[in-house]
């Protein structure tokens, strides 16, 4: 009966985006390693978001693209770590799933979802030609934090890549931590993928 249904059909490739705060990048190593060897070792390697960053600075025609659009029009080299022009075949990005309370991860990735071709971290935080310490004050500088569309935003980005627990976790947490001007309005617009796993 489980295996009646095509519950793994995919019609595209789907590349999760990692992101991180600067200074802050995952690293992956052995218990026994060396903390020098692992320095070493990931000093000149770029996460996919530095590569990014790299990949912007050094192509125009890159700049044009979000984060997320990155993966349709270029190749994630996963040897080299670095992006690399498509020729052929089609992939779409998806950002990881942050939640709100994460803070500055949060704000950053809600920059990289609206600003076009950043070459770094400082790039993101800059608005109007003005460097700003943190990525939420950059945010409220853009007018992101001003109105319900920043709710009706990340509710609408979680429920292109979130399960209908994690949008409904969200709603409440917006809903009991956040200023809503409407929350009847954002309860109509996002209602049916809230119950979408509900008989």
């Not at 704000?107 to 609206?114: A, S």
């Amino acid at each position: 009966r489980i295996f009646g249904y095509t519950i793994h059909y995919r019609s595209l490739s789907v590349l999760r985006l990692s992101f991180h705060l600067p200074g802050n990048k995952y690293v992956t190593f052995r218990a026994n390693e060396p903390l020098t060897k692992i320095v070493n070792r990931e000093k000149e390697k770029m996460t996919q978001l530095e590569a990014f960053f790299f990949l912007n600075a050094n192509d125009p025609n890159a700049r044009q693209y979000l984060y997320d659009e990155i993966p349709q029009h270029y190749v994630w080299n996963e040897s080299d770590h670095i992006w690399n022009l498509r020729k052929r075949g089609n992939q779409i990005g998806r950002l990881a799933y942050t939640h709100h309370s994460a803070g500055e991860l949060w704000y950053l990735r809600l920059l990289l979802m609206k600003i076009r071709g950043p070459t770094s971290f400082e790039c993101l935080r800059t608005v109007n030609g003005t460097v700003f310490s943190t990525f939420h004050e950059a945010c409220q500088e853009l007018g992101l934090l001003d109105s319900d569309k920043e709710w009706h935003e990340v509710l609408q980005q979680c429920s292109a890549c979130g399960f209908p627990q994690q949008i409904r976790e969200l709603f409440v947490h917006i809903m009991v931590n956040c200023k809503v001007s409407d929350l009847n309005l954002l309860w109509k617009t996002f209602w049916k993928e809230m119950v979408d796993d509900l008989m």
